[in-house]
T-cell receptor
């Protein structure tokens, strides 16, 4: 069965600091990978996704993620965070199971202090 | 995303009561999903439906049932609510040929 691990449950940063959130998955086949963001009081929104091609994926709001197949990882990065990035971030994976069932990680809560 | 709506947005109910959460979408997607979100546990899939005639259990379907009344509507029912069903419930949709899911605003359910 697929599983997704997000090792950082809570991250606190100051504005302008760099961000990297870890995501590892367990699945040996072809995967589609996602990062979703949930701002306080809001629903989940897609931040970026990887299906194939360039392993460095750029998303909205200056976020990017790198797929490293050998490490089963899809870490999320941003060079300089803003207070408005305060949110919970979820990594999700869909293996080549033939249907669209996402498995989510437990989430990382990011707090950016001004 | 206004394309996926959920009603009610908040609900407080008592143990043993039957409750229905509704989801509607105007995105024209065939596939719909129900998740629950609990602190520290992320999102877990309750049920999913690939079209009106197709309903499938997710990883935590016990105590829940669903109805796909139309392509645009997917309801989640708790036949006899219990306190550990207190959670944030999300509906989502997706197209056939992509894996991207679009989420509704969520329903916060409290079972006393």
């Amino acid at each position: 069965a697929q599983s997704v691990s997000q090792h950082n449950h809570h991250v606190i940063l100051s504005e302008a600091a760099s961000l990297e959130l870890g995501c590892n998955y367990s699945y040996g086949g072809t995967v589609n990978l996602f990062w979703y963001v949930q701002y306080p009081g809001q629903h989940l929104q897609l931040l970026l996704k990887y299906f194939s091609g360039d392993p460095l994926v750029k998303g909205i709001k200056g976020f990017e993620a790198e797929f490293i197949k050998s490490k089963f990882s899809f870490n999320l990065r941003k060079p300089s965070v803003q207070w408005s990035d305060t949110a919970e971030y979820f990594c999700a994976v869909n293996g080549d199971t033939g249907f669209q069932k996402l498995v989510f990680g437990t989430g990382t809560r990011l707090l950016v202090s001004p | 995303d206004a394309d996926v709506t959920q009603t009610p947005r908040n609900r407080i109910t008592k143990t043993g009561k039957r409750i229905m959460l509704e989801c509607s979408q105007t995105k024209g997607h065939d596939r719909m999903y129900w998740y629950r979100q609990d602190p520290g546990l992320g999102l877990r899939l309750i049920y999913y439906s690939f079209d009106v005639k197709d309903i499938n259990k997710g990883e935590i379907s016990d105590g829940y049932s669903v109805s796909r009344q139309a392509q645009a509507k997917f309801s989640l029912s708790l036949e006899s609510a219990i306190p550990n069903q207190t959670a944030l419930y999300f509906c989502a949709t997706s197209e056939i040929h992509t894996d991207t899911q679009y989420f509704g605003p969520g329903t916060r359910l409290t079972v006393l």
